[in-house]
Every structure is written in structure tokens, then in C-alpha cells.
């Protein structure tokens, strides 16, 4: 129950996982084109609808775009319990628009509903081919008409949008904060190296 709780709202709250995410995306030992471009692939995999695939789907999209496959993995965070509901609301509504069907938005708080509903069936067929049961297909076919062929066609376009968008913001600030670090890192070594060699020069004097 308490995963289940912290998946919706993780320890912390989401302001500080996104600055987890952040933290770690900037310090990933990789290019800093590659690691945008992870992100991205990320992002773009977060208006999708192949919910439980994410993390697949995001390291083929990062793998096809010579990305980071963990940067991609991260990007998915994009997509939240906080994002996802405007996420598909958007989706769904431009996807009907793009197929020409009829988006009924009083049945936009049953998508939930649809998706167990397919889950439902799934599991139903799964056991009759073990079983006399007779498979069952309503749920599965509203549930491909209904949400996921509209939530497909209508997350395409914004989410190809937002992968862009992702890349070219992401990938000067990753830029600039590996400079910085390699800076910092090089100052902490130029001083240990002066305080050995200080240290060898008092040994040198002492004896």
C-alpha cells in the first residue's frame, strides 16, 4: 500500500523528486548532446499510451536517437500523476480531432475505468486458453477505439514537440554544469597538489 501511495506522491513531494531527477540527469558521465537528447526521448515517451512500457519504449526512442538510455529513463518522470491528467485530456481531445470521432469530455474521469477494464479482459483471455471460457473482447476493443488510438495519434505531435523543446533546454544547462564541475574539480586538485607538494618542501626543510 505504501508504494502504491509514494508512486502518486513519492516521499518528499514531487518538488523534490524532480530535483532528484534533475540533480542526477546533470551528473550522468555522458556527452551533454547525448544526454539532452535522452531526455527528450523521455519526454516524447511520456505522451504515449503504452502505460507499464515507458521505460522500454524510452530506451528504444533514446537508442534509435543515439541518446542516453538512462537520461531517457529519468525523462520519463516527466510524466506524473500531476502532468498525466492534462496529458491525456489534451491527447485524447487532438486525437479525436485528428481521427474525426467524437471526444466525450463528461467520460474524460472513466478513462481510468476503460484501462482496467482492458486489463480485465486481458487477464479473462489469458486463462481461457487454458480454460472453457469464452474470451471476451468489449472492453479491449472500446478501450483501442475509445482512448488508445485517439491518446496515440493525439500525443504525437505535442509530445514530439516537448522532446525538442526538452533537448534545446536541457542541453546547454548540462553543458554549462559539466564545465563548471570539471572547473571545481580541477581547482580541488590543483590545491591538494599544492598542499603535497607544501607538505614535501616542510619534509625536505626538516631533514
Do not use: C
Amino acid at each position: 500500500m505504501q508504494l502504491i501511495a509514494e508512486a502518486f506522491w513519492p516521499r518528499g513531494g514531487w518538488t523534490r523528486a524532480f530535483h532528484y531527477v534533475k540533480h542526477r540527469v546533470r551528473r550522468l558521465p555522458d556527452r551533454p548532446d547525448r544526454i539532452a537528447r535522452g531526455v527528450g526521448a523521455g519526454v516524447f515517451v511520456s505522451f504515449t499510451p503504452l502505460f507499464g512500457l515507458h521505460f522500454v519504449a524510452a530506451a528504444l526512442v533514446a537508442k534509435a536517437a543515439r541518446g542516453n538510455i538512462l537520461a531517457s529513463l529519468l525523462g520519463t518522470f516527466f510524466g506524473n500523476p500531476i502532468t498525466f491528467p492534462f496529458i491525456a485530456f489534451s491527447s485524447m481531445k487532438l486525437g479525436h480531432l485528428i481521427l474525426g470521432t467524437q471526444f466525450d469530455e463528461s467520460q474524460h474521469a472513466t478513462l481510468f475505468g476503460k484501462f482496467v477494464g482492458a486489463g480485465q479482459d486481458l487477464k479473462h483471455n489469458f486463462f481461457a486458453i487454458f480454460t472453457e471460457a469464452t474470451a471476451r473482447w468489449d472492453n479491449l476493443y472500446n478501450f483501442w477505439n475509445e482512448v488508445f488510438l485517439p491518446y496515440l495519434a493525439g500525443g504525437l505531435l505535442p509530445g514530439i514537440v516537448a522532446g525538442v523543446l526538452s533537448y534545446y533546454l536541457s542541453e546547454p544547462v548540462i553543458a554549462a554544469y559539466q564545465k563548471h564541475r570539471r572547473k571545481r574539480l580541477k581547482a580541488r586538485f590543483e590545491k591538494l597538489k599544492a598542499k603535497l607538494h607544501a607538505r614535501a618542501g616542510e619534509q625536505q626543510g626538516n631533514s
